[in-house]
């Protein structure tokens, strides 16, 4: 969303990370004069998704640069309103999903009747809106929450790295030969 808002361009983002733009900007839009269906509504699983809303969104970026007379590029005038509603609908699907897994452990006793924890971490951790809404859901169910600070809620890029490494010493599952793969960045 923030690459197809362009993001990179508006002058308050231009050194941000994607998500940390979208945050930024989401803090002084207003989130209702924008609504996006909440994805997989008629799934009652613990699954997440998100293309769903990237199409949604998509879809309201094209009907705005219409309206508005701008290419696609150029920075919307409603650009913090997308972005806190885009914030909202990701965390209240996060949050929804969430839920539905906590109960799931619950009735299943895969977790412990008391001194149960949500434990957060990565990207999404790192966005507070998410991460106050995700801490009221733990306290309203009596679950402990913990989150790593921000500089180590990144994205998994170096995990996936480390791991590479780890498993190309052991020998594991790695391709030692990279003839006829090809690479495309997105």
């Known amino acids: 969303v923030a690459r197809r808002l362009s993001l990179r361009s508006h002058p308050e983002c231009h050194s941000m990370a994607g998500g ?9 839009g207003n989130r209702q004069q924008h609504t996006f269906r909440l994805p997989m509504q008629r799934y009652r699983n613990c699954d997440f998704s998100f293309s769903g ?17 701008i290419q696609e590029g150029e920075i919307l005038s409603c650009v913090k309103d997308i972005a806190a509603a885009v914030q909202h609908t990701v965390a209240v699907h ?5 839920y539905r897994a906590m109960l799931f452990c ?5 977790l412990p009747s008391k ?8 990207g999404v951790a790192s966005n507070e809106y998410i991460q106050k809404g995700l801490q009221t859901l733990a306290d309203a169910n009596d679950f402990a929450f913990l989150c790593p600070p921000p ?4 994205d ?19 391709l030692h ?9 997105k």
């Open 20 to 28: 940390k733009a979208i945050e930024h900007l989401a803090q002084t």
């Open 53 to 69: 809303l990237q199409n949604l969104v998509n879809k309201a970026i094209i009907q705005k640069e219409k309206e508005e007379g």
């Open 94 to 98: 996060i949050i929804q999903r969430t």
């Open 106 to 110: 619950i009735k299943n006793s895969i």
């Open 115 to 122: 001194n149960a924890t949500l434990v957060v971490s990565g």
């Open 151 to 154: 500089r180590l809620c990144t």
């Open 156 to 174: 998994n890029g170096v995990m996936i790295a480390w791991n590479g490494i780890e498993r190309l010493r052991a020998g594991l599952g790695v």
């Open 177 to 185: 030969s990279t003839d006829g793969l090809r690479y495309e960045p």
